[in-house]
């Protein structure tokens, strides 16, 4: 790659720019049927544009909902597969009202082109497009092997992208999964989210005698179901603040040094975050900052707790039913089951004499890393720094994004979560809006990752 | 007292019961507005009888609910005075089809008398006219002087009652309240309930943040109000299963042994106790029996707990607000206010940091206690030792009679509650009845009582 594709950026900006202006006209909003027949015309655009930037075996492929956009270009032999994974479908639009300019017409204003979809996801998937349309006409043929998967589905849950996935897994193979469907930590500052946490679920019941008692007539002689609970969820968490279940935190590697310096320079004030939820003190596991608590330690939160009587004032019994709702949040090696197994043993294990407990494990989601020494991650990084003039900061995402673990699990792919967007760009507001700066920058840091790809080992 | 009254209650045995019949003919249904006029009937019935037995000063007073009568004999200069205190109105007697003979047409079978109100509690306050009426036919005068103040309302929760006793503490100053509306322990066994536990109820609750927050994005790094009631909770109870509350058994008395062993001839298999409640052991106070735990300790219950999200299924969050309610059963000396006051000290004591807590008090009833070497309830014991060839056993009742704490604490009286009726005789039930023998021996029994107390010091 030289200086040539940057011309070729340069020379194309304005029409590369009418291009995206008439994609975010398109309003594919997946989550109304009023917009089906929008929905349709958006993928064949998606589609056309993806044929146009010389993609082979363009295909809209029927689902039970919405279309998904498939294309490749396979002819890098020996070099490794990237599927760039990215949405059409966008939030609805209202409330109308509240918008500056109207939310399908866009409209840029300093370096911002306004429109519903510029942020989530259209601009910065059409990066991906038109970085490939750039090297391919410069250079003849891509450097890497690559696969476009655009689903019209992400803003209502992706139904039917997973069991797209289960059933095409040979069609989509590859070794990385590359998405640009969320923010850099701010602005001029781009950033990898290379691991996000996965989520565990349970539910659990407390049962004492056959039925609520009168306080009067048992109270103090027989086993009360909300006591044992309380003592059963107080039980779950150790003085320092760590989860106490027998082997949670087993096989999870230390931070290395290089992790907690990127956490540290995350640009997040705790005392700052304090003040702003209302509280007096933070909490949690000793030994680890708000950061590394939040997006790359697991955790186990009691979501919900429900016994005795539920009504108005104080009934006078002895409740023999109390329930609780527990999530935990995972990091890898950590796996769902073996997690709500040990979960259910320390309940089983603390539960106090006289009262019986039953575990429900109800919700299961994998934990997803690549770590930030895979060839995948570095070459992401150094793109980005040749781009942006700095290094990626390496960050992890607390939450659990389904589509991402998905791609991971069922491909066994590394997912690269790439973001050109910014954390004030209103995705799923009003004034939603994209930096034409980060889409020029999103086109150079394309190109200079499937080049740093091209060198890995396929 | 000798064999003559005796003789006279032979005689009149079965005027007696056809006059009990005639009183429970009147459906004195105070919970049903179409019975209004029968309760007037049978208020003027039982001042009828009243007048009839020889008592003076009989009045029907009105009051914002049904009436209540009043008659006072008051001959027995220096001598004590006892006020009895019973009810004329009844329960409803649905379902009728349950019914095996009509519940406002008295029957006599098998030495029962089956009707609603039998023994709850025409039957039993009948008793004590009819003892006083044959007192001054053989003798002329009582031993004692008495008071009857009988209300309309027992079954509707003495709605009116208190701010009758408050507004005529002079009329009804008397040294002794007695009272007949209960059961004796077993068939043949007399017992006399010394003491009834009071109450204290406060609701407690939790604040983290001021939102619920998503558990993706701040779980393991903030406060979780669910987390911070469970340790509270679970800190309100030692090991040994008493009260962990500062100060919350000061001043109260270890049992007598002649407590103990009363408490020990009571009639429960803690066995058969935790079988029919399906329970795989019971629990409470080290060195206390069931019966001492759920009569005469005081008890702390939580009695509800509510957090996070109520819904179906698991929604990951760090729930920001939870909150228990709970009611404590006192005994003497332990008040509500200070009891409260312990509580609410304990909780913010044990508040972890982060989260604050907020204690609402609710619920306030005194205890109330005759100790058993009190002249008064040993007059009664040895009363019905005389009637029934064994001495009553001393019983406490675990819940909470509020008429019997407002006798006690708006009159200053001792309150002795003797009960004439057996467990199992259907009160609030179809087929409530009554046992003519006890209804013999009761008469026996107040008898003994009255010329007992008329030894006391007045």
Redesign the interface.
């Known amino acids: 790659m030289d200086a040539t594709i940057l011309s070729y950026f340069k020379e194309n900006e304005s029409r590369y720019l009418e291009e995206l202006k008439q994609y975010l006209r398109i309003p594919s909003v997946s989550a109304l049927t009023t917009h089906k027949s929008d929905m349709l015309e958006c993928a064949k655009w998606t589609a056309d544009s993806l044929r146009a930037a010389g993609m082979e075996n363009v295909e809209i492929v029927e689902t039970a909902g919405h279309p998904i956009v498939y294309a490749d270009w396979m002819h890098a032999e020996g070099k490794p597969t990237i599927l760039v994974y990215g949405h059409y479908d966008v939030q609805p639009a209202e409330p109308l009202e509240l918008w500056n300019s109207q939310p399908f017409e866009p409209e840029v204003r300093d370096g911002k082109i306004y429109a519903r979809g510029a942020t989530d996801d259209k601009g910065q998937l059409f990066i991906h497009v038109k970085a490939v349309e750039a090297w391919l006409h410069t250079y003849g043929k891509l450097p890497v092997n690559i696969k476009f998967c655009i689903e019209g589905e992400e803003e209502i849950t992706s139904p039917h992208l997973p069991p797209f996935l289960d059933s095409n897994k040979e069609k989509l193979s590859c070794d990385i999964v590359l998405i640009s469907d969320g923010p850099m930590i701010t602005a001029g500052q781009p950033s990898i989210e290379y691991g996000l946490?996965g989520?565990a679920?349970l539910?659990i019941y407390v049962q004492?005698?056959?039925?609520d008692?009168?306080?009067?007539?048992?109270?103090?002689?027989?086993?009360?179901a909300?006591?044992a609970?309380?003592?059963i969820?107080?039980s779950?968490?150790a003085a320092d603040g760590s989860v106490a279940v027998e082997g949670f935190y087993e096989g999870i590697l230390p931070f290395s040094e290089e992790e907690r310096l990127n956490f540290s320079m995350q640009p997040v004030d705790e005392n700052q975050v304090r003040e702003s939820?209302?509280?007096?003190?933070?909490?949690?596991?000793e030994g680890y900052s708000?950061v590394e608590?939040?997006t790359a330690?697991?955790?186990l939160?009691?979501?919900?707790?429900?016994?005795?009587?539920?009504g108005e004032?104080?009934?006078?019994?002895?409740?023999c039913q109390?329930s609780?709702?527990?999530?935990c949040?995972l990091v890898p090696p950590q796996l769902p089951d073996d997690i709500l197994d040990k979960v259910e043993r320390h309940v089983q294990n603390h539960c106090?004499?006289?009262?019986?407990v039953r575990v429900k494990k109800?919700?299961r989601g994998n934990p997803y890393m690549t770590p930030i020494d895979h060839p995948a991650v570095r070459s992401a990084s150094d793109a980005y720094e040749k781009a942006y003039g700095k290094p990626a900061i390496f960050v992890r995402?607390?939450?659990?994004i389904p589509i991402v673990e998905s791609f991971s699990r069922l491909l066994h792919a590394s997912v690269v979560l790439m973001g050109f967007g910014l954390p004030d760009e209103n995705l799923h507001a009003p004034n939603e809006h994209f930096d034409l700066g980060n889409f020029a920058k999103g086109l150079e840091t394309v190109c200079y990752y499937l080049e740093n790809v091209s060198k890995m080992n396929g």
């Not at 004492?208 to 039925?211: L, Q, S, T, V």
């Not at 939820?277 to 596991?285: K, T």
């Not at 106090?352 to 019986?356: I, Q």
Request: glycine letters at 20%; a positive charge; zero cysteines.
């Open positions: 946490r989520v679920g539910e004492g005698a056959n039925g008692l009168h306080s009067g007539l048992f109270g103090g002689g027989v086993p009360n909300i006591h609970l309380s003592e969820l107080s779950l968490h939820l209302g509280l007096s003190a933070l909490y949690g596991e708000f608590r939040t330690r697991p955790t939160e009691i979501t919900s707790v429900t016994g005795g009587f539920q004032g104080i009934k006078p019994i002895v409740p109390a609780a709702k527990i999530a949040r106090p004499s006289g009262v019986t109800v919700l995402g607390g939450g659990s």
